[in-house]
T-cell receptor, first 113, second 111 residues
Framework: GESVGLHLPTLSVQEGDNSIINCAYSNSASDYFIWYKQESGKGPQFIIDIRSNMDKRQGQRVTVLLNKTVKHLSLQIAATQPGDSAVYFCAEIPSNSGYALNFGKGTSLLVTP | GAGVSQSPRYKVAKRGQDVALRCDPISGHVSLFWYQQALGQGPEFLTYFQNEAQLDKSGLPSDRFFAERPEGSVSTLKIQRTQQEDSAVYLC?????????FGPGTRLTVT
């Protein structure tokens, strides 16, 4: 069935390096994508979003890239810090829904000193 | 507080018991969502409210699950005759626009 999924379940990076977390989606009707960060014992926290009419969006230390041709989404974190250690989820809102988030399984990011 | 709050944070129920989980959304947020998150998985949509109206309950796994938001603010998710497969974290989120703000969740363990 149509789903949002992630290429890698875990990612370990050294402090100060850049991190790239990838996500594949299969629902071509999706027009809104969001990256969430979830720390242990907390709810998901919004990081950055992007609409399907864009291919890149930048925030503070984060960049989201959207490749609609291959249905791929990525989150880039610059100068990764220990506080970035968490599980990262990509989520989509299909255009036929308009509100319900469809989450992938998540990637666990571990930042080592 | 300024964020979404949920109570209790942890709930242990014996199989067959009924439970009620509470969500206090951010004041003024029209939309409210419930999600279920199994261990090691992403959250899955359960139901959606716009003010007091439940517009979508397509994600509720069975008729043992019931949600309400009678005054368009606080919401309660009720699970009747709990089963072991109901063990999960139940997340509530509220929003004004596209961005959904999540609470810390209630971890339900059914023994």
């Amino acid at each position: 069935g149509e789903s949002v999924g992630l290429h890698l379940p875990t990612l370990s990076v050294q402090e100060g390096d850049n991190s790239i977390i990838n996500c594949a989606y299969s629902n071509s009707a999706s027009d809104y994508f969001i990256w969430y960060k979830q720390e242990s014992g907390k709810g998901p926290q919004f990081i950055i979003d992007i609409r399907s009419n864009m291919d890149k969006r930048q925030g503070q230390r984060v960049t989201v890239l959207l490749n609609k041709t291959v249905k791929h989404l990525s989150l880039q974190i610059a100068a990764t810090q220990p506080g970035d250690s968490a599980v990262y989820f990509c989520a989509e809102i299909p255009s036929n829904s308009g509100y319900a988030l469809n989450f992938g399984k998540g990637t666990s990011l571990l930042v080592t000193p | 507080g300024a964020g979404v709050s949920q109570s209790p944070r942890y709930k242990v129920a014996k199989r067959g018991q009924d439970v009620a989980l509470r969500c206090d959304p951010i004041s003024g947020h029209v939309s409210l969502f419930w999600y279920q998150q199994a261990l090691g998985q992403g959250p899955e949509f359960l139901t959606y409210f716009q003010n007091e109206a439940q517009l979508d309950k397509s994600g509720l796994p069975s008729d043992r699950f019931f949600a309400e938001r009678p005054e368009g603010s606080v919401s309660t998710l009720k699970i009747q005759r709990t089963q072991q497969e109901d063990s999960a974290v139940y997340l509530c989120a509220s929003s004004l626009g596209n961005e959904q703000y999540f609470g810390p969740g209630t971890r339900l363990t059914v023994t």
